[in-house]
């Protein structure tokens, strides 16, 4: 639970910090970046609690990871690449505090 509340929270804290033009688009903006998650769908099952999303997911892969980070330096996709490079940095946080590893060794 403290997890998904730290989804809000850290992007919050991004906005008042760096971003406070415009502060309720660029928080949108960085929370609708959640929506990286719907990948979790295609799991089965949908939710394991035991299970590390950080290359595991598609769209929590190393390469799409690796895209992310791109999308943090042009200015039209700074917001985006940031919120996903935050999600995935707490998602591996999560990880570490729940399981011990930084990412799902499925290899």
């Known amino acids: 639970m403290f997890h998904i509340l ?7 804290v991004i906005v008042a910090l760096f971003f406070r033009d415009k502060w309720r688009v660029n928080y949108l903006i960085l ?6 998650d719907l990948d979790h769908l295609l799991a089965s099952p949908m939710y394991d609690p035991e299970r ?7 769209l929590h892969s190393f390469w ?19 919120g996903l490079i935050i999600h995935m940095a707490l998602d591996s946080l999560d990880c570490q ?3 011990g590893i930084w990412y799902c060794s499925i290899f």
């Open 6 to 12: 730290l989804h809000f929270l850290v992007p919050a």
């Open 31 to 36: 929370i609708s970046t959640m929506l990286v």
């Open 52 to 58: 590390c999303s950080i290359a595991f997911h598609p």
């Open 64 to 82: 799409a990871i690796g895209l992310y980070l791109l999308l943090c330096f042009p200015k039209q996709t700074r917001l985006v690449g940031i």
């Open 97 to 99: 505090v729940t399981n």
